[in-house]
């Protein structure tokens, strides 16, 4: 199963929006509704961002939201922070009954 | 409050094993399905393995398949990941998660996780 394919790098400006994106095959992005975005700052875990797709945990920020479209699945943050700095990760799950994950995008905040 | 404790990593030859735990408190933990992720050292996240609530359904990725072995013990709250003919390659951070929704057999995302063992193979 190769890894869903995510840009190694993006970067914002304080305020600015970005959007990540996440390309898979017909057996996983484009086959469920089951992608996940989770955000990680090294040496700490990962944290959930967005599931289903679309759907956001509890109490996280409206800043954070998730679409697809065909066999690409993208997160958008919106008023770009600096704390949002961290690594990002897709995931989805697949035809086989596996989870795959992208390859993580490091996003920058300038 | 829900926590997560990973436990059981270390420094282990090649063609080894090892046993990683996973402590649970603060929630149902039957209801949920839990997964095992790891993160090699410079590498992104890779999903290892899942378990549905009960215990009664494993899947597990490729690159692990007849080599690691997901269980678990609702009695006690523990999930555990036995490794078997250990490779450089498996090398990585080992973190535990729980499933997003109390469902026994979502896996599919992961809102709860501990801070990770670290598992060393080398001679």
């Known amino acids: 199963q190769s890894a869903l394919t995510q840009p190694a790098s993006v970067s914002g400006s304080p305020g600015q929006s970005i959007t990540i994106s996440c390309t898979g095959t017909n057996s996983d992005v484009g086959g469920y509704n089951y992608v996940s975005w989770y955000q990680h700052h090294p040496g700490k875990a990962p944290k959930l961002m967005i599931y289903?797709?679309?759907s956001r945990p509890s109490g996280l920020s409206n800043r954070f939201s998730g679409s697809k479209s065909g066999n690409t699945a993208s997160l958008t943050i919106s008023g770009l922070q600096p704390e949002d700095e961290a690594d990002y990760y897709c995931?989805?799950?697949?035809?086989?009954?596996?989870?795959?994950f992208g390859g993580g995008t490091k996003l920058t905040v300038l | 409050e829900v926590q997560l404790l990973e436990s059981g990593g270390g420094l282990v030859q090649p063609g080894g094993s090892l046993r990683l735990s996973c402590a649970a408190s603060g929630f149902t933990f039957s209801s949920y399905a839990m997964s095992w992720v790891r993160q090699a050292p410079g590498k992104g996240l890779e999903w290892v393995s899942a378990?549905?609530?009960?215990?009664?359904?494993?899947y597990y990725a490729d690159s692990v398949k007849g080599r690691f072995t997901i269980s678990r013990d609702n009695s006690k709250s523990t999930l555990f990941l036995q490794m078997n003919s250990l490779r450089a390659e498996d090398t990585a951070v080992y973190y535990c998660?729980?499933?997003?929704?109390?469902?026994?057999?979502?896996?599919?995302?992961?809102?709860?996780w501990g801070q990770g063992t670290t598992v060393t193979v080398s001679s």
């Open positions: 995931s989805s799950y697949t035809t086989r009954t596996t989870l795959v």
């Open positions: 289903d797709v679309s």
């Open positions: 378990i549905s609530g009960s215990g009664g359904s494993t």
């Open positions: 998660g729980r499933g997003n929704y109390e469902n026994y057999y979502y896996y599919y995302a992961m809102n709860v």
